[in-house]
């Protein structure tokens, strides 16, 4: 049986920083439940699973130059067909001016539009307060909505004060929030056929140049 890929995608500026932190944590959960056929579509019980993270910052300059030339660098092509190939995707930003940052947008904005469709996807963000966090849904869950993606119901926020912290009456800890949105994914990725990403996965120049002429 071929092992599951799971896929994390981390815009975290910084190094280290709490966004690559709530990837590492995000993937973890999943690759328990995914592993344990917690699930629910697993036979047998285990099922071994690929991790791999991309830290965008890494890739900052080949995803600038690849807007503006519309031709990707091989450690970008890599990376998109990583994400494009996954069975899950986990997509984690932090949260600038009330919406994901422009690294993140940037980085989807090359991939075809249809190279996501029915993928698996959590979203999840970090930001400095609580307040920023219906960007998950009013910018994030509307993203994926648009390239067709399956995005699962628990979006995961976790602002400065939600670290080590178990929550109160009204609201789950970060830790119940990642664990309720891993079983999710977990479902989801488990439950469809393998992925097969598209021969190219990549926004062919000519879109990519009428793009910039429009914006």
């Not at 830290?55 to 494009?84: C, H, Q, Y």
């Not at 899950?88 to 980085?107: M, Q, R």
Request: charged residues 20%; proline residues 5%.
């Amino acid at each position: 049986m071929e092992p599951l890929k799971l896929v994390a995608v981390s815009a975290g500026l910084g190094q280290p920083s709490s966004t690559r932190l709530l990837a590492d944590r995000l993937t973890d959960a999943t690759r328990h439940h995914l592993a344990s056929g917690g699930g629910g579509g697993c036979e047998g019980g285990t099922r071994a699973v690929e991790i791999r993270v991309i830290e965008l910052r890494d890739l900052a300059t080949d995803i600038a130059n690849n807007l503006v030339t519309g031709f990707p660098s091989a450690a970008l092509r890599e990376a998109i067909e990583a994400v494009t190939g996954a069975d899950g995707l986990i997509a984690v930003t932090p949260i600038f001016t009330a919406s994901y940052s422009g690294l993140f947008k940037s980085f989807f904005d090359v991939i075809d539009n249809t190279a996501l469709v029915g993928k698996p996807v959590l979203i999840a963000a970090t930001g400095g307060t609580a307040r920023h966090s219906l960007a998950l849904e009013h910018a994030m869950r509307p993203l994926f909505v648009y390239l067709r993606a399956l995005v699962v119901p628990t979006a995961v926020y976790a602002a400065s004060e939600d670290w080590g912290t178990g929550g109160d009456t009204r609201t789950d800890g970060l830790a119940a929030r990642i664990a309720r949105a891993a079983e999710e994914l977990a479902g989801l990725v488990s439950s469809r056929p393998a992925a097969a990403g598209p021969t190219d996965p990549v926004i062919p120049f000519e879109q990519q140049l009428a793009a910039l002429r429009l914006g």
